[in-house]
């Protein structure tokens, strides 16, 4: 027999010992990989379930384009409007109203898609429904001027909506905003969202941990956050609809804004910025004060993205300097 037949018999002999064990390695990784996400498949938590555990007083809901929306409107004085950043809540906010309640009337809610107000009846989620949204939660709170302040996506939604009502906003506050075109990708979070397999896995299959990762990260330090605060994230982000209210708004198109209109801005704008920031880099701060005329930049030592949430004494000090200089 020649050596190439011999060869060929050989083959015949390995080969289908060697498939069999393909077959059964494939098959123990196929089980392994469902019984973890069986592991983390969480149902939506009903709308009304947890509004009970996180929307006791001082919080109020109001009706306001067919969602009932989540409110809380403390203090008395000149008016403080605050816009939350994705997938964060008016409780971000909470350390500011205790700081500002005083001498201000302080007024935070929950955006579409988010907290306790939920999805939008048409998906109603880029930054420019959500600038038109504002506009009619302050219309129905009977709010004619105000200081706007918004962080990430929510000054993103601040800038918009200070262009198109300039005589509503008094001064204009963003704390490490989005909104400028960016050179680095989006968190890894937010791109496997708006995939469109991946993203609608997510609905269902979405591990606390995932959740206590991401918050860590926004912190310039994680270890000040509190395993309550995770909890907050998450039962916010598992109330009915908002799983799939962030899949839809992170599957759009992303847009920037126009830097020339910038210019425009001729309220007082004072931009805060976490030194630590992560997510949207310090420099980006550095480029919105330089296309704003007139503009107060204060970097933030040691904080991260949502600098506001992480020490609000710091930054709420910075604002009431602004505010009274």
């Keep these: ?7 060929d018999a050989r083959l015949r002999v390995v080969f289908p010992s060697v498939s069999r064990w393909i077959r059964r390695g494939a098959l123990i990784i196929l089980i392994a990989v ?4 069986l592991a983390f498949l969480r149902a939506d938590r009903p ?3 947890v509004a009970a555990r996180r929307g006791t007083p001082p919080s109020t809901f109001i009706d306001v384009d067919g969602m009932r929306v989540h409110v809380r409107d403390r203090g008395a004085g000149p008016a403080i409007v605050l816009l939350h950043g994705s997938n964060a809540s008016l409780f971000t906010w909470e350390g ?3 700081e500002l309640a005083s001498d201000h009337r302080v007024i935070a809610f929950d955006l579409p898609g988010h907290g306790l107000t939920g999805p939008h009846p048409a998906d109603r989620y880029s930054h420019a429904d959500m600038a038109e949204f504002v506009d009619h939660v302050v219309v129905a709170l009977g709010v004619d001027r105000f200081t706007l302040a918004g962080n990430s996506m929510g000054g993103y939604v601040a800038v918009l909506y200070a262009l198109a009502h300039p005589g509503k906003v008094d001064h204009l506050v963003l704390v490490d905003s989005r ?3 960016s050179e680095e990708p989006q968190p890894l979070v937010f791109r496997i969202t708006g995939w469109p397999v991946v993203g609608r896995l997510f609905e269902a299959i979405t591990p606390r941990f995932v959740v206590a990762a991401n918050v860590r990260a926004v912190y310039g330090d994680p270890a000040k956050v509190s395993e309550e605060n995770i909890d ?3 039962d916010l982000l598992l109330r009915a609809g908002n799983r799939r209210a962030m899949r839809v708004r992170l599957s759009m198109q992303d847009d920037h804004l126009d830097v020339a209109r910038l210019r425009d801005l001729a309220m007082p704008v004072l931009i805060l910025w976490g030194a630590r920031d992560r997510w949207v880099l310090p420099k980006y701060g550095a480029r919105f004060h330089d296309a704003i005329p007139g ?5 933030l030592d040691g904080l991260g993205h949502i600098p506001m949430e ?10 009431r300097k602004f505010l009274t200089r």
């Design 295 to 299: 503009s107060t930049l204060v970097v």
């Design 1 to 7: 027999m020649s050596t190439l037949a011999c060869s």
């Design 96 to 98: 500011w109203a205790r």
């Design 34 to 37: 469902v019984a973890c996400a």
């Design 232 to 234: 907050l994230y998450y």
């Design 310 to 319: 992480e020490d609000p004494v710091a930054t709420a000090a910075a604002v």
């Design 47 to 49: 709308a009304a379930e």
């Design 179 to 181: 909104g400028l075109p």
